[in-house]
T-cell receptor, first 115, second 116 residues
Framework: DQQVKQNSPSLSVQEGRISILNCDYT??????FLWYKKYPAEGPTFLIS?????DKNEDGRFTVFLNKSAKHLSLHIVPSQPGDSAVYFC??????????????FGQGTILTVHP | GAGVSQSPSNKVTEKGKDVELRCDPI?????LYWYRQSLGQGLEFLIY????????KSGLPSDRFSAERTGGSVSTLTIQRTQQEDSAVYLC??????????????FGPGTRLTVL
């Protein structure tokens, strides 16, 4: 049962344009969401996060939007740069019980930004 | 060190052998996590530690997998009698604590395990 889903395996964008990466979740107990970026042969790098009490968080070129009613979040990168090309993972945190520390990840979306 | 370190970076072993993977978290981080990424898959949670105790072992695939953490620092993940399906990249992460913004987990580079 995939509780966090990234339905687009890949996304291709022109440099300077906006990249929009999407993520859906099913578990209503999730209360904190994170985006990670991963280059080949490296561990994931934390990008940006958002608490369920907010609907938007912005950090430089990166903005994460959360729509709780739709159980949907998205990461916007603007303007996109070739160095942004990587795999992007959406992750969600369980709010309670013994799974409090566990991040549940989506399958990842490969972003390619063309010069 | 400045970040999470893992050793070895690569491990090739024969089916049936035991392997130990090591993780050194960021100094001062009380929480430590193990994940794995199999070919073509997302990251799969295995286990996490709060201090030296493991509140959630639900992700361990079988009783051949075990992990320990001593002194609130270094952790080892042990896989006994390895099988070919254990081949994956094993990632370790640490965070300041557990919960909310403290759960921004910082990952190591991973150990690529290949079971022949």
């Amino acid at each position: 049962d995939q509780q966090v889903k990234q339905n687009s395996p890949s996304l291709s964008v022109q440099e300077g344009r906006i990249s929009i990466l999407n993520c859906d979740y099913t578990n209503s107990m999730f209360d904190y969401f994170l985006w990670y970026k991963k280059y080949p042969a490296e561990g994931p790098t934390f990008l940006i996060s958002i608490s369920s009490i907010k609907d938007k968080n912005e950090d430089g070129r990166f903005t994460v939007f959360l729509n709780k009613s739709a159980k949907h979040l998205s990461l916007h990168i603007v303007p996109s740069q070739p160095g942004d090309s990587a795999v992007y993972f959406c992750a969600a945190l369980n709010a309670g019980g013994t799974s409090y520390g566990k991040l549940t990840f989506g399958q990842g979306t490969i972003l390619t930004v063309h010069p | 060190g400045a970040g999470v370190s893992q050793s070895p970076s690569n491990k090739v072993t024969e089916k049936g052998k035991d392997v130990e993977l090591r993780c050194d978290p960021i100094s001062g981080h009380t929480a430590l996590y193990w994940y794995r990424q199999s070919l073509g898959q997302g990251l799969e949670f295995l286990i996490y530690f709060q201090g030296n105790s493991a509140p959630d072992k639900s992700g361990l695939p079988s009783d051949r997998f075990s992990a320990e953490r001593t002194g609130g620092s270094v952790s080892t993940l042990t896989i006994q009698r390895t099988q070919q399906e254990d081949s994956a990249v094993y990632l370790c992460a640490s965070s300041l604590a557990v919960g909310g913004s403290y759960n921004e987990q910082f990952f190591g580079p991973g150990t690529r395990l290949t079971v022949l």
